[in-house]
């Protein structure tokens, strides 16, 4: 086989699984809101669709390169995906200014959650990487 030859397959194969990443996670989504829809649930579409992902991968192990293709382009863009919720919060500018101190106080205990787990969760398999390495 030539080295073009051997391009063109390479770049065939990542578009394949980019494409088949792509699929499951547009799928698991769209699963997501149909049973948040369903089960009239209170929880957003998305985390629902996540963790649908997560039993997934759990499950079928192979599928993880194929998401982790699609999910890298989309993550280096993931500001983008943020614009709507700003713009939803400025569109509700005039009930965050009679309410803006729970708003805050949320925001900065979100936060503050967020990073404390992460941080937590690092941790723990920074250790676990060190006992088996």
């Given at each position: 086989?030539?080295?073009t030859e051997l391009r063109i397959g390479a770049m065939a194969s990542r578009t394949l699984q980019f494409s088949l990443g792509f699929v499951v996670l547009a799928a698991l989504l769209s699963a997501g809101g149909r049973l948040?829809?369903?089960l009239h649930l209170p929880i957003?579409?998305?985390?629902v669709?996540?963790?649908l992902l997560l039993a997934v991968l759990a499950c079928f192990g192979r599928l993880v390169a194929a998401v982790e293709a699609a999910s890298t382009p989309l993550l280096?863009?993931?500001?983008?995906?943020f614009i709507p919720t700003v713009a939803g919060v400025?569109?509700?500018?005039?009930?965050?200014?009679?309410g803006w101190l729970p708003f805050v106080v949320a925001c900065v205990a979100g936060a503050a959650l967020t990073l404390a787990v992460t941080a937590l969760t690092l941790q723990k398999l920074l250790k676990r990487q060190g006992a088996a390495g």
């Amino acid at each position: 086989m030539s080295r073009t030859e051997l391009r063109i397959g390479a770049m065939a194969s990542r578009t394949l699984q980019f494409s088949l990443g792509f699929v499951v996670l547009a799928a698991l989504l769209s699963a997501g809101g149909r049973l948040v829809r369903w089960l009239h649930l209170p929880i957003p579409p998305a985390i629902v669709g996540m963790v649908l992902l997560l039993a997934v991968l759990a499950c079928f192990g192979r599928l993880v390169a194929a998401v982790e293709a699609a999910s890298t382009p989309l993550l280096k863009h993931m500001m983008l995906f943020f614009i709507p919720t700003v713009a939803g919060v400025m569109e509700q500018f005039q009930t965050l200014r009679t309410g803006w101190l729970p708003f805050v106080v949320a925001c900065v205990a979100g936060a503050a959650l967020t990073l404390a787990v992460t941080a937590l969760t690092l941790q723990k398999l920074l250790k676990r990487q060190g006992a088996a390495g």
